[in-house]
């Protein structure tokens, strides 16, 4: 034969292959397809995109799904405004419903200028890098090293470090991601509803004199609070006051107002963190020295 019908036969063949695999193709399409409602599409449009995971579900489109799907409500997303959660109702027919806010909390009050360092720590300035050099050099091996790590985590500016060293949450940027929770290697961070307004802000577990001799803002498990408190709202577990949220309906200043150090503080909507009046008063400006 030719060169010519060589050719011919190859190319009637691989032609013949190209509709007999296009034709299995087209079945397997017909036969596979799985219906997408086009709603998804229009919803995910109408949210922030930010796939932060605070509305409990892996992403933006998830959550847009969910939606359709009745499990979930607008009002969980926390990064999107009110009025496109509301928009996100009026096209779903469907309530906004309601979402208390929540934002992250640090458990430490303990800034360079209260709490020691008993070494420097020289290295990458991470706090994950330095919680495994000897603690990174602070006192209590509890406390907050203050590298910063759960600033840079923060895809929502909410979290910045003063000029002592320790995380400040704005309460209105903060989406409760969860991504300083995730990041900071001491546990110190967790998510909390706005309505928890008393606060334990420290994580301390040694014994009173040790605990001390770290930081001037440390909970001494002293017991106060839990005396003038409401009967089981707080109570004190390895060396730590603990308060239980179970019973947030009974919570008041009064548990604040005796504690010596301000280590339980009421986080007053207009006024911030709010120390109690026998709370030794802090007035050092300066970092301690190192030692």
């Known amino acids: 034969m030719t060169p010519w019908v060589h050719v011919s036969i190859a190319g009637l063949f691989m032609g013949g292959l190209g509709l007999m695999l296009a034709s299995i193709l087209a079945v397997a399409n017909r036969r596979l397809y799985v219906y997408e409602d086009p709603r998804i599409d229009e919803v995910e449009d109408l949210l922030p995109h930010s796939n932060c995971g605070a509305c409990g579900?892996?992403?933006c489109r998830s959550f847009a799904?969910?939606?359709?799907?009745?499990?979930?409500?607008?009002?969980?997303?926390?990064?999107?405004?009110a009025d496109m959660n509301q928009a996100i109702a009026d096209l779903l027919g469907v309530e906004v419903g309601e979402n208390e806010k929540r934002v992250?909390?640090?458990?430490?009050?303990?800034?360079?200028?209260?709490?020691?360092?008993?070494?420097?720590y020289k290295g990458l300035e991470s706090c994950r890098a330095a919680a495994v050099v000897s603690g990174g050099g602070k006192g209590c091996t509890w406390g907050c090293l203050g590298l910063g790590d759960c600033e840079a985590a923060c895809g929502f500016e909410a979290l910045t470090l003063n000029r002592f060293g320790l995380p400040e949450v704005d309460s209105?940027?903060?989406?409760?991601?969860?991504d300083c929770c995730d990041i900071c290697p001491k546990d110190l961070f967790s998510l909390?509803?706005?309505?928890?307004?008393?606060?334990?802000a420290c994580n301390n577990h040694d014994n009173e004199d040790e605990a001390k001799a770290n930081c001037e803002v440390v909970c001494t498990a002293c017991g106060r609070c839990s005396a003038d408190a409401p009967e089981g709202l707080i109570h004190m577990a390895r060396n730590l006051a603990v308060i239980n949220y179970d019973k947030n309906g009974l919570a008041s200043k009064l548990a604040i107002e005796r504690c010596p150090t301000g280590a339980i503080l009421w986080l007053d909507t207009q006024h911030g963190a709010v120390k109690g009046i026998d709370a030794k008063k802090v007035v050092r400006k300066q970092p301690l020295p190192v030692g």
């Open 57 to 59: 579900t892996p992403g």
């Open 65 to 81: 799904e969910a939606l359709i799907d009745g499990e979930a409500t607008p009002a969980q997303c926390t990064v999107n405004g």
């Open 104 to 120: 992250a909390r640090l458990a430490c009050a303990g800034g360079n200028h209260v709490a020691h360092l008993r070494a420097n």
């Open 172 to 178: 209105a940027k903060c989406t409760a991601c969860g």
């Open 192 to 200: 909390q509803p706005v309505s928890h307004q008393l606060w334990i």
